[in-house]
């Protein structure tokens, strides 16, 4: 991941330490702040992937925030950076 492609931002998340209704995800994000200081709730989890980056995982989230916005979020398990990759049109997803 290119570093001035993809900002770095600030993420609170919870590390799930053993299995769990409440946290489906080993990693689940709950807020996020860009490097414009622009901060997001986030609702929902709509999509889930891990990918293998040499030694590394990249944990890569669709979120849906609380002002009903689309953000690909992907977290880099070497440096323990989240990323920014881009917002998303709701377009994209299938209504469930």
Same mark, same amino acid.
């Given at each position: 991941?290119?570093?001035? +492609?993809?900002?770095?931002?600030?993420?609170?998340?919870?590390?799930?330490?053993?299995?769990?209704? +409440? $946290?489906?995800?080993?990693?689940?994000? /709950?807020? #996020?702040?860009?490097?414009?200081?622009?901060?997001?709730?986030?609702?929902?989890?709509?999509?889930?992937?891990?990918?293998?980056?040499?030694?590394?995982?990249?944990? /890569?989230?669709? !979120?849906?925030?609380?002002?009903?916005?689309?953000? /690909?979020? !992907? $977290?880099?398990?070497?440096? $323990?950076?989240?990323?920014?990759?881009?917002? !998303?049109?709701?377009? $994209?997803? #299938? /209504?469930?």
């Amino acid at each position: 991941m290119e570093k001035r +492609e993809y900002p770095a931002i600030h993420v609170i998340n919870t590390m799930r330490g053993f299995q769990s209704r +409440e $946290l489906p995800y080993k990693i689940t994000p /709950h807020r #996020f702040q860009l490097p414009d200081g622009r901060r997001y709730r986030i609702r929902k989890i709509r999509r889930m992937t891990t990918q293998k980056v040499g030694q590394a995982l990249h944990y /890569h989230f669709v !979120v849906q925030t609380e002002d009903e916005r689309y953000f /690909h979020l !992907v $977290l880099d398990s070497a440096s $323990l950076v989240w990323r920014m990759v881009q917002e !998303v049109d709701e377009a $994209l997803f #299938f /209504h469930e």
